[in-house]
């Protein structure tokens, strides 16, 4: 949630020397942690993609718009550091003294969040319907649908970069700028309009979990009374399935909400110390995702020890991944699987 990119931004008062050898040197922790993030997602992608079983559940398609945003957002951050190597090499100094690339970078940030905060909203609305309506939502959550929602998620993102495109040019870049900060084209509008968004979605998920819980155990209870074993069977799937989306989502928010934080002391205090901490934090825990994944669900686990042993015997180039082959016929589908 906050600027990873801000890190090598944002200056201090150290000297010349110390800053450009220890601003090239976490350039380089950067561009490896980057290569690890990208390691991670393309195991996660992988996973999802090669198991029908997770492939046909609409909250493992969110969790697959959440790694494509982490990747697409690190391709960004890619840019920039390779930016910075080139004027490394050429003045021997690391820190961006441009302020269009100061406002690169939290355009890029605010991009990575907005997506970030819309997928673990929708993540949360698909589960509180699926439990709410038993019986109806297989023809209320319909595949169209969840690929609209997850396109809304991108284009809100869309609306947020416009926003920055407006304040690039409707305010004046100052000349020299000393750190990065949302004083920078008077981006602390758009940051003001990032915090209220992000406590609205933060506060809506936390309250559709709660009643999802209630809800989901008066229903259980009044299908353990009709004694239909059949229906029993596949609601107490769906309940568990909503538990792994929340302990997922729990884990999202208890990473992004310290790097939010660290990430607007950085910009407000113009502290090199605080965007550092931010970045290792999301580095981290977009890097241990997949573990968290097998650790919360069942379903994931046994897709990615499966994975790990076709891995093993035959070299993973060889595996078919291509997308034909999760074509599936609907007429052979059981819709009522996805949930």
């Known amino acids: 949630m906050a600027d990873e990119a801000g890190a090598e931004v944002n200056t201090s008062s150290f000297s010349v020397v110390d800053r450009s050898f220890g601003g090239m040197g976490f350039v380089g922790l950067q ?19 090669r198991s029908v079983s997770l492939s046909s559940q609409y909250f493992f398609w969110y969790l697959l718009n959440f790694v494509a945003n982490i990747i697409l957002f690190r391709l960004a951050y890619l840019v920039l550091a390779i930016w910075l190597l080139r004027k490394f090499a050429g003045t021997g100094t690391s820190f961006v003294s ?33 439990i709410l309506k038993p019986l109806t939502h297989c ?17 809100i993102a869309s609306c947020y970069i416009v926003g920055f495109a407006v304040h ?17 084209f008077h981006v602390w509008r758009i940051y003001v309009s990032h915090m209220s968004v992000c406590t609205l979605v933060f506060l809506s998920v936390l309250v ?19 004694r239909r074993m059949f229906s029993l069977t596949r609601y107490q799937r769906s309940l568990k399935r909503s538990r792994v ?37 999301v580095s981290l825990g977009q890097i241990s995702q997949p573990a968290f994944y097998a650790l919360f669900s069942s379903e994931f686990r046994k897709a990615l020890k499966k994975l790990i042993k076709q891995a093993a015997v035959q070299p993973l180039d060889d595996l078919d991944i291509g997308v034909g082959m999760f074509r599936r016929d609907p007429r052979q589908e059981n819709a009522l699987e996805r949930f």
Request: net charge neutral; proline share 2%.
């Open 139 to 155: 023809y209320i959550l319909t595949d169209r649908r969840i690929k609209y929602s997850i396109a809304s998620t991108w284009l």
């Open 245 to 281: 989306a929340f302990m997922i989502t729990l884990q999202i928010f208890c990473v992004e909400v310290p790097v939010f934080i660290f990430g607007i002391m950085s910009l407000t205090h113009a502290e090199q110390l605080y965007a550092r901490i931010a970045f290792l934090l």
């Open 168 to 184: 690039r040019y409707v305010y004046d870049a100052p000349e020299v700028i000393v750190g990065c900060n949302v004083e920078t």
């Open 208 to 226: 559709m979990y709660g009643h999802l819980h209630v809800i989901g155990r008066k229903h259980l209870r009044i299908i353990e009374a009709e």
């Open 31 to 49: 561009l490896g942690l980057t290569l690890l993030v990208w390691a991670s997602s393309g195991l996660i992608a992988v996973t999802i993609l």
């Open 98 to 130: 441009s302020p269009d690339v100061c406002f690169y970078s939290l355009m890029m940030g605010s991009f990575y969040r907005v997506v970030m905060h819309m997928s673990v909203l929708m993540i949360a609305l698909e589960r509180y319907i699926t």
